[in-house]
């Protein structure tokens, strides 16, 4: 079945605390949202890519995927203030013949594009797939107000959900229009609002979301050691 992606790019990256937002910074000598086009256009279940943009930037997103030959970027779309805006800003770019919708941060530039064609391949049977990767630390619930623990969570049950996140078209555009709010950090959320299970696929715990200054460290090891293997 054919699939085209939504990729969310138009953070401020507050986090990051960089002048400009954070999916431009420079790993391995290539902006962080380079990294993750490529991923999309090596990748082959995916023909078409819908980038949502910062309005500020417009010109830059255009500029960076000429200057590095990304065909498959055929829409830029301006992005909302939180992260569900700006892919449901997206999606009624995703052509009308088209079954399955990828939705990826751009702050996630080491996707593998296996684990893509892989994703797309299980939901067209799961319907909505997420990768994830189990927890290996103990996570405990604090109350943030004291600084105190209020309880140990069972490790067994917990899962770091990533993206790419992929549904079936028209259960994403339902999720979008029922569901009830949408201050959610990923797009699952919002199917799981609407009633629907979603399925867990075993991601890659090198698939790390650039957030912060020490993340950018990370992800040009990972890249460095991509290189040499
Ligand atoms: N994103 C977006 N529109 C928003 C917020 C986020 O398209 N209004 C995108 C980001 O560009 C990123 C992905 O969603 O690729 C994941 O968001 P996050 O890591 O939180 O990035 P930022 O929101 O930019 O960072 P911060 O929360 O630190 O400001
Ligand atoms: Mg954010």
Redesign the pocket.
């Known amino acids: 079945m054919k699939a085209q992606a939504i990729?969310?790019?138009?953070?401020?990256?507050?986090?990051?605390g960089s002048d400009t937002?954070?999916?431009f910074l420079p790993l391995a000598g290539v902006p962080m949202?380079v990294h993750?086009l490529r991923a999309f256009e090596a990748c082959a279940s995916v023909d078409k890519v819908v980038l949502?943009v910062?309005p500020e930037y417009a010109s830059e997103y255009r500029s960076l995927v000429e200057d590095h030959g990304l065909t498959k970027v055929k829409e830029y779309i301006t992005?909302?203030?939180?992260?569900s805006?700006?892919?449901g800003n997206g999606l009624t770019y995703v052509d009308s013949d088209c079954g399955i919708i990828v939705v990826h941060?751009?702050?996630?530039p080491l996707i593998k594009p296996n684990l893509i064609d892989k994703a797309v391949a299980q939901c067209v049977t799961d319907r909505a797939v997420v990768l994830g990767v189990p927890v290996k630390q103990t996570i405990k619930k604090i109350n943030a107000l004291e600084g105190t623990v209020e309880r140990t969570l069972e490790r067994e049950q917990l899962w770091e959900i990533q993206t790419p996140q992929v549904f079936h078209r028209d259960l994403l555009v339902e999720a979008y229009e029922h569901a009830k709010s949408l201050d959610v950090?990923d797009d699952a959320s919002l199917v799981e609002q609407i009633g629907i299970k979603v399925k867990v696929m075993q991601g890659d715990y090198f698939n790390i979301?650039?957030?912060?200054p020490d993340d950018v460290a990370i992800a040009e090891k990972l890249l460095a050691m991509e290189s040499v293997g």
């Open positions: 990729i969310p790019a138009a953070g401020e990256g507050t986090r990051m937002p954070k999916i949202i993750t949502v910062h992005g909302g203030v939180r992260r805006e700006s892919v941060d751009g702050a996630r950090t979301k650039v957030t912060t």
